[in-house]
Protein backbone atom coordinates (compact mmCIF):
# COMPACT_ATOMS: atom_id res chain seq x y z
CA UNK A 1 0.00 0.00 0.00
CA UNK A 2 1.44 3.45 -0.97
CA UNK A 3 1.93 5.98 1.91
CA UNK A 4 0.08 8.72 1.60
CA UNK A 5 1.66 11.87 1.39
CA UNK A 6 0.75 15.47 2.74
CA UNK A 7 -0.17 16.91 -0.18
CA UNK A 8 -2.67 14.46 -0.84
CA UNK A 9 -4.20 14.33 2.77
CA UNK A 10 -4.31 18.23 2.34
CA UNK A 11 -6.01 17.93 -0.95
CA UNK A 12 -8.69 15.43 0.60
CA UNK A 13 -9.62 17.88 3.41
CA UNK A 14 -9.79 20.78 1.61
CA UNK A 15 -12.76 18.90 -0.95
CA UNK A 16 -14.10 17.81 2.02
CA UNK A 17 -15.02 20.72 3.69
CA UNK A 18 -15.69 22.37 0.27
CA UNK A 19 -19.42 22.05 0.84
CA UNK A 20 -18.67 24.55 4.58
CA UNK A 21 -16.38 26.62 2.92
CA UNK A 22 -19.30 29.52 1.72
CA UNK A 23 -20.70 29.46 5.55
CA UNK A 24 -17.49 29.68 7.00
CA UNK A 25 -16.28 32.95 4.80
CA UNK A 26 -19.71 34.47 5.49
CA UNK A 27 -19.36 34.09 9.32
CA UNK A 28 -15.60 35.12 9.01
CA UNK A 29 -17.16 38.54 7.45
CA UNK A 30 -20.72 39.25 9.35
CA UNK A 31 -20.07 37.06 12.29
CA UNK A 32 -19.19 39.50 15.04
CA UNK A 33 -21.08 40.74 17.69
CA UNK A 34 -20.55 43.97 16.83
CA UNK A 35 -21.51 43.93 13.04
CA UNK A 36 -24.50 41.45 13.60
CA UNK A 37 -25.88 44.20 16.00
CA UNK A 38 -25.70 47.13 13.70
CA UNK A 39 -26.70 44.78 10.45
CA UNK A 40 -29.68 44.09 12.09
CA UNK A 41 -30.49 47.11 13.75
CA UNK A 42 -30.11 49.13 9.93
CA UNK A 43 -32.69 46.42 8.56
CA UNK A 44 -34.73 49.36 10.06
CA UNK A 45 -33.41 51.69 7.56
CA UNK A 46 -31.32 54.56 7.69
CA UNK A 47 -30.13 55.86 10.94
CA UNK A 48 -27.52 58.58 12.26
CA UNK A 49 -24.21 57.37 14.18
CA UNK A 50 -26.02 58.17 17.84
CA UNK A 51 -29.62 56.31 17.31
CA UNK A 52 -27.43 53.12 16.32
CA UNK A 53 -25.08 53.88 19.06
CA UNK A 54 -28.33 54.12 21.48
CA UNK A 55 -30.04 51.11 19.72
CA UNK A 56 -27.33 48.67 19.97
CA UNK A 57 -25.14 49.95 23.37
CA UNK A 58 -21.84 49.69 21.58
CA UNK A 59 -19.36 52.09 22.48
CA UNK A 60 -18.39 54.98 19.96
CA UNK A 61 -14.93 53.46 19.39
CA UNK A 62 -16.71 49.85 18.95
CA UNK A 63 -19.21 51.39 16.94
CA UNK A 64 -16.77 53.45 14.42
CA UNK A 65 -14.65 50.21 13.62
CA UNK A 66 -17.39 48.10 12.87
CA UNK A 67 -19.17 50.93 10.81
CA UNK A 68 -16.13 51.39 8.99
CA UNK A 69 -15.39 47.28 7.92
CA UNK A 70 -18.86 46.99 7.29
CA UNK A 71 -18.50 49.89 4.67
CA UNK A 72 -15.16 48.25 3.33
CA UNK A 73 -17.14 45.24 3.06
CA UNK A 74 -19.57 46.92 0.91
CA UNK A 75 -22.37 45.96 3.24
CA UNK A 76 -23.02 49.39 5.09
CA UNK A 77 -22.74 52.99 2.93
CA UNK A 78 -22.09 56.27 4.65
CA UNK A 79 -23.40 59.48 3.43
CA UNK A 80 -22.62 63.16 4.86
CA UNK A 81 -24.91 66.04 5.25
CA UNK A 82 -23.06 69.21 5.70
CA UNK A 83 -25.98 70.91 7.23
CA UNK A 84 -25.98 70.76 10.15
CA UNK A 85 -23.32 68.31 10.16
CA UNK A 86 -24.31 64.46 10.32
CA UNK A 87 -23.28 61.28 9.19
CA UNK A 88 -25.93 58.47 7.76
CA UNK A 89 -25.88 55.04 7.53
CA UNK A 90 -27.87 52.23 5.79
CA UNK A 91 -27.66 49.10 4.16
CA UNK A 92 -26.30 48.55 0.75
CA UNK A 93 -27.98 45.99 -1.75
CA UNK A 94 -25.49 43.55 -0.44
CA UNK A 95 -26.81 44.06 3.20
CA UNK A 96 -29.73 43.98 2.62
CA UNK A 97 -30.03 40.44 0.69
CA UNK A 98 -28.53 39.29 4.36
CA UNK A 99 -31.68 40.25 5.84
CA UNK A 100 -33.30 36.56 4.87
CA UNK A 101 -30.67 34.68 5.88
CA UNK A 102 -29.99 36.94 9.20
CA UNK A 103 -34.26 35.78 9.78
CA UNK A 104 -33.76 32.20 9.22
CA UNK A 105 -31.01 32.33 11.35
CA UNK A 106 -32.85 33.86 14.50
CA UNK A 107 -35.40 31.39 14.14
CA UNK A 108 -33.74 28.86 14.17
CA UNK A 109 -31.78 30.03 17.08
CA UNK A 110 -35.12 30.45 18.79
CA UNK A 111 -36.08 26.80 18.15
CA UNK A 112 -33.21 25.15 19.11
CA UNK A 113 -31.37 27.42 21.44
CA UNK A 114 -34.42 28.46 23.50
CA UNK A 115 -34.06 31.86 22.71
Not at 28 to 38: A, D, Q, T
Not at 81 to 91: D, K, M, N, Q, V
Request: aromatic share 6%; net charge negative.
Amino acid sequence: MKPQSRSDTDEEVKEKNSGACPVVRAVEEIGSKWRLNVLHDLQEGEKRFNEIKGSTGASSSTLSRVLEDLEELELVERRVEERPIASYYSLTEKGEALGPALDELGEWSKEWLGK
